[in-house]
């Protein structure tokens, strides 16, 4: 792993800069410590709709420039909100770089959230929503968390509740912004062909004169335990029937999250944690032969988010047409308990290491991908958390995977989810307005 510079700059913004010189560009990530984990109900959806509001312009970037000027220099830029974070990032030709460094500077404090603005977004965001409950699986989803989380504000998806949608304002909007949006509550990762001093400076020129905000609140609420298995259906359009187990996973920082993500890896092939990374192929994992090549699913796959707090390990099947969810079920069942009963061989865990350890270089080459992590870690934990990733994975024991399926894949902590599709149900946007 390449040195990084780290340095906080006396309004709080965290800088961490990584210089790679293997091809003349530079990538640009703003991180701000919101996410629907900082919503509560009345607000939710907020923080992704002020990801919107971030491209309708500043008074020295109006609505629209920023398009063209990224494109005329050859870059491209986007943006997420999710859990715990939003950001923000741009990648462009090293010489090109000030044009990311002046408007994301500028849009830190200067968004204008113009009235007109605020209600096109609202009807698009609405249209947006109403898309995903097109979907069975994001209908299913929202469903499973909202039975996983009671208290715990994990328990919305995103993009927010239809009822908070249609009524938050301008105002609150803002409100959202002014507090969420401040340099102390920030990172600000790049990684590229540059010299780390050189850069620093003219980050200090554009970034170092904002000023700090008071300390951004995160209230915390956390889940109690859950005593006992819970699960809903959902019924909707459509020919196929899909199935979600969710069991309460450890945060991040845990010592079990990473026998989690070798038990994954075994278990439903190897998951994702890098959202801009590409998978790779899980037939060689427990639950592909059990189901798929069983003819009890067309498809399986699973995975565990990196977050603040505990959330989810999730397993997603496409039921085979002649097959009933409860078929799969058991199936699934039937490998976890293998699991909890007698640990993993050195060579089949090696093998599912060695997955994951691929995956994770994948997800790592590029320069985008780079700067991803350099913020991404240190949203949940820190740049060390990235850097020791495979030093930690390398470790975990058959012990410790047979130790973690025991602790957190039982029955009494998860939640059962199935989607029946029913030939004569309307589309849900239908119903919606």
């Known amino acids: 792993m390449q040195p990084i510079t780290r340095l906080t700059l006396s309004n709080g913004l965290l800088v961490l800069l990584k210089e790679i010189h293997t091809a003349p560009l530079v990538s640009h990530w703003v991180w701000y410590r919101v996410g629907s984990r900082d919503e509560r109900p009345g607000n939710t959806g907020a923080s992704h709709w002020v990801e919107h509001m971030q491209f309708k312009g500043t008074p020295q970037f109006p609505a629209g420039a920023l398009d063209r000027a990224i494109s005329r220099d050859g870059g491209y830029w986007n943006a997420l909100?999710?859990?715990?974070?939003?950001?923000?990032?741009?990648?462009?030709?090293?010489?090109?770089?000030?044009?990311?460094?002046?408007?994301?500077?500028?849009?830190?404090?200067?968004?204008?959230?113009?009235?007109?603005?605020?209600?096109?977004?609202?009807?698009?965001?609405?249209?947006?929503?109403?898309?995903?409950?097109?979907?069975?699986?994001?209908?299913?989803?929202?469903?499973?968390?909202?039975?996983?989380?009671?208290?715990?504000?994990?328990?919305?998806?995103?993009?927010?509740?239809?009822?908070?949608?249609?009524?938050?304002?301008?105002?609150?909007?803002?409100?959202?912004?002014?507090?969420?949006?401040?340099?102390?509550?920030?990172?600000?990762?790049?990684?590229?062909?540059?010299?780390?001093?050189?850069?620093?400076?003219?980050?200090?020129?554009?970034?170092?004169?904002?000023?700090?905000?008071?300390?951004?609140?995160?209230?915390?609420?956390?889940?109690?335990?859950?005593?006992?298995?819970?699960?809903?259906?959902?019924e909707g359009p459509g020919d196929t029937t899909y199935l979600q187990l969710a069991y309460h996973a450890p945060a991040a920082t845990n010592p079990d999250f990473m026998p989690l993500l070798a038990l994954d890896s075994l278990l439903s092939g190897p998951g994702n944690l890098n959202l801009f990374g590409e998978g790779i192929s899980n037939k060689t994992s427990r639950l592909y032969r059990a189901l798929v090549e069983g003819e009890l699913a067309v498809s399986v796959y699973g995975g565990a988010q990196a977050t603040i707090d505990p959330y989810l390990y999730q397993l997603t099947a496409i039921v085979h047409p002649e097959r009933k969810a409860s078929q799969v079920i058991e199936?699934?069942?039937?490998?976890?308990?293998?699991?909890?009963?007698?640990?993993?061989?050195?060579?089949?865990?090696?093998?599912?290491?060695?997955?994951?350890?691929?995956?994770?270089?994948?997800?790592?080459?590029?320069?985008?991908?780079?700067?991803?992590?350099?913020?991404?870690?240190?949203?949940?934990?820190?740049?060390?958390?990235?850097?020791?990733?495979?030093?930690?994975?390398?470790i975990v024991s058959p012990a410790d995977v047979q130790r973690v399926a025991q602790t957190y894949l039982k029955p009494q902590n998860r939640v059962i989810g199935v989607y029946l599709p029913q030939q004569n149900a309307a589309p849900h946007a239908n119903h919606g307005t």
């Open 81 to 234: 909100t999710y859990l715990d974070w939003t950001t923000y990032f741009e990648t462009l030709p090293a010489d090109k770089i000030d044009l990311a460094l002046r408007l994301e500077a500028d849009r830190m404090m200067n968004s204008v959230f113009d009235p007109q603005e605020v209600a096109a977004e609202r009807t698009v965001i609405i249209s947006e929503r109403q898309g995903n409950e097109n979907e069975p699986l994001f209908r299913l989803s929202e469903e499973i968390q909202a039975a996983a989380f009671r208290v715990h504000s994990y328990h919305h998806e995103v993009i927010g509740d239809l009822a908070d949608l249609e009524t938050m304002q301008r105002d609150d909007l803002y409100r959202h912004y002014r507090i969420y949006y401040n340099p102390n509550n920030a990172v600000l990762a790049l990684a590229g062909d540059f010299i780390a001093d050189q850069m620093l400076e003219r980050i200090r020129q554009h970034y170092e004169s904002l000023p700090a905000g008071p300390p951004a609140p995160h209230p915390a609420r956390p889940e109690p335990p859950q005593s006992g298995e819970r699960r809903v259906t959902v």
């Open 331 to 394: 199936a699934i069942d039937r490998e976890i308990e293998k699991l909890q009963e007698n640990p993993p061989s050195e060579s089949e865990l090696a093998r599912a290491v060695k997955q994951a350890r691929a995956l994770f270089a994948y997800g790592s080459e590029r320069i985008t991908n780079q700067a991803f992590w350099l913020g991404f870690a240190e949203m949940f934990a820190s740049y060390e958390w990235y850097t020791g990733f495979l030093e930690r994975l390398a």
